[in-house]
Nanobody, 123 residues
Framework: VQLQASGGGLVQAGGSLRLSCTAS????????MGWFRQAPGKEREWVAAIRWNGEIKSYTDSVKGRFTISRDNAKNTVYLQMNSLKSEDTAVYYC?????????????????WGQGTQVTVSS
Protein backbone atom coordinates (compact mmCIF):
# COMPACT_ATOMS: atom_id res chain seq x y z
CA VAL A 1 0.00 0.00 0.00
CA GLN A 2 1.58 3.25 -1.11
CA LEU A 3 0.70 6.87 -1.76
CA GLN A 4 3.11 8.97 -3.79
CA ALA A 5 2.63 12.74 -3.65
CA SER A 6 4.19 15.15 -6.12
CA GLY A 7 3.81 18.61 -7.56
CA GLY A 8 5.10 20.79 -4.78
CA GLY A 9 7.54 23.61 -5.32
CA LEU A 10 8.31 27.28 -4.88
CA VAL A 11 5.75 29.77 -6.13
CA GLN A 12 5.08 33.47 -5.64
CA ALA A 13 2.08 34.66 -3.72
CA GLY A 14 -0.95 34.72 -5.96
CA GLY A 15 0.36 31.84 -8.05
CA SER A 16 -0.90 28.30 -8.52
CA LEU A 17 0.25 24.74 -8.05
CA ARG A 18 -1.37 21.37 -8.63
CA LEU A 19 -0.50 18.52 -6.33
CA SER A 20 -0.97 14.91 -7.36
CA CYS A 21 -1.10 11.77 -5.27
CA THR A 22 -1.03 8.37 -6.92
CA ALA A 23 -2.08 5.26 -5.03
CA SER A 24 -1.03 1.67 -5.41
CA UNK A 25 -1.60 -1.58 -3.56
CA UNK A 26 -5.26 -1.13 -2.68
CA UNK A 27 -8.65 -0.52 -4.28
CA UNK A 28 -8.47 3.23 -4.72
CA UNK A 29 -12.13 3.81 -5.55
CA UNK A 30 -13.23 2.38 -2.20
CA UNK A 31 -11.35 4.99 -0.20
CA UNK A 32 -12.01 8.56 0.85
CA MET A 33 -8.95 10.68 0.06
CA GLY A 34 -7.74 13.65 2.03
CA TRP A 35 -5.07 16.32 1.82
CA PHE A 36 -3.38 17.62 4.95
CA ARG A 37 -0.56 20.06 5.52
CA GLN A 38 1.98 20.74 8.21
CA ALA A 39 3.89 23.97 8.62
CA PRO A 40 7.10 24.16 10.66
CA GLY A 41 6.34 24.08 14.38
CA LYS A 42 2.64 23.44 13.83
CA GLU A 43 0.38 20.44 14.00
CA ARG A 44 -0.74 18.67 10.87
CA GLU A 45 -4.03 20.17 9.69
CA TRP A 46 -6.70 18.98 7.35
CA VAL A 47 -7.09 20.81 4.03
CA ALA A 48 -9.64 18.94 1.91
CA ALA A 49 -11.31 15.58 1.39
CA ILE A 50 -13.16 13.83 -1.39
CA ARG A 51 -15.53 10.88 -1.27
CA TRP A 52 -14.66 7.68 -3.08
CA ASN A 53 -16.88 8.54 -6.08
CA GLY A 54 -15.93 12.22 -6.09
CA GLU A 55 -19.48 13.38 -5.39
CA ILE A 56 -18.78 14.94 -2.01
CA LYS A 57 -15.92 17.36 -1.40
CA SER A 58 -15.11 19.32 1.69
CA TYR A 59 -12.57 22.02 2.56
CA THR A 60 -11.19 23.80 5.55
CA ASP A 61 -12.41 27.39 5.66
CA SER A 62 -9.03 28.97 4.91
CA VAL A 63 -8.80 27.37 1.46
CA LYS A 64 -12.44 27.52 0.32
CA GLY A 65 -12.72 29.23 -3.04
CA ARG A 66 -8.99 28.85 -3.71
CA PHE A 67 -8.29 25.11 -3.60
CA THR A 68 -10.08 22.32 -5.47
CA ILE A 69 -9.79 18.64 -4.73
CA SER A 70 -10.57 16.11 -7.44
CA ARG A 71 -9.85 12.50 -8.27
CA ASP A 72 -9.47 10.23 -11.28
CA ASN A 73 -10.27 6.70 -10.19
CA ALA A 74 -9.10 5.28 -13.52
CA LYS A 75 -5.64 6.66 -12.75
CA ASN A 76 -5.73 5.98 -8.99
CA THR A 77 -4.89 9.62 -8.47
CA VAL A 78 -6.20 12.47 -6.35
CA TYR A 79 -5.35 16.10 -7.09
CA LEU A 80 -5.27 19.36 -5.20
CA GLN A 81 -5.44 22.44 -7.40
CA MET A 82 -4.21 25.41 -5.41
CA ASN A 83 -4.86 28.91 -6.71
CA SER A 84 -4.29 32.37 -5.24
CA LEU A 85 -1.64 30.96 -2.99
CA LYS A 86 -0.67 32.86 0.14
CA SER A 87 2.45 32.74 2.28
CA GLU A 88 0.43 31.04 5.00
CA ASP A 89 -0.14 28.09 2.64
CA THR A 90 3.54 27.23 2.97
CA ALA A 91 3.79 23.70 4.39
CA VAL A 92 4.51 20.10 3.62
CA TYR A 93 1.39 18.68 2.01
CA TYR A 94 0.35 15.09 2.59
CA CYS A 95 -2.23 12.91 0.94
CA UNK A 96 -4.00 10.23 2.94
CA UNK A 97 -6.57 7.50 2.46
CA UNK A 98 -9.33 6.05 4.61
CA UNK A 99 -12.27 3.70 4.19
CA UNK A 100 -14.16 5.66 6.82
CA UNK A 101 -16.76 8.11 5.57
CA UNK A 102 -16.89 10.20 8.73
CA UNK A 103 -14.53 12.49 10.62
CA UNK A 104 -12.64 12.97 7.36
CA UNK A 105 -11.10 16.15 8.77
CA UNK A 106 -9.25 14.23 11.50
CA UNK A 107 -5.68 12.95 11.18
CA UNK A 108 -6.50 9.80 13.13
CA UNK A 109 -9.19 8.79 10.63
CA UNK A 110 -6.57 8.05 7.99
CA UNK A 111 -4.45 4.88 8.24
CA UNK A 112 -2.62 5.35 4.94
CA TRP A 113 -0.30 8.30 4.29
CA GLY A 114 1.96 9.53 1.55
CA GLN A 115 5.42 10.95 2.09
CA GLY A 116 4.60 14.63 1.67
CA THR A 117 5.55 17.29 -0.84
CA GLN A 118 6.87 20.74 0.06
CA VAL A 119 4.95 23.84 -0.99
CA THR A 120 6.66 27.18 -0.43
CA VAL A 121 4.89 30.43 -1.21
CA SER A 122 7.07 33.53 -1.30
CA SER A 123 5.56 36.91 -0.55
Amino acid sequence: VQLQASGGGLVQAGGSLRLSCTASGYTFNQYYMGWFRQAPGKEREWVAAIRWNGEIKSYTDSVKGRFTISRDNAKNTVYLQMNSLKSEDTAVYYCAATKAGYYVDKVDTYPIWGQGTQVTVSS
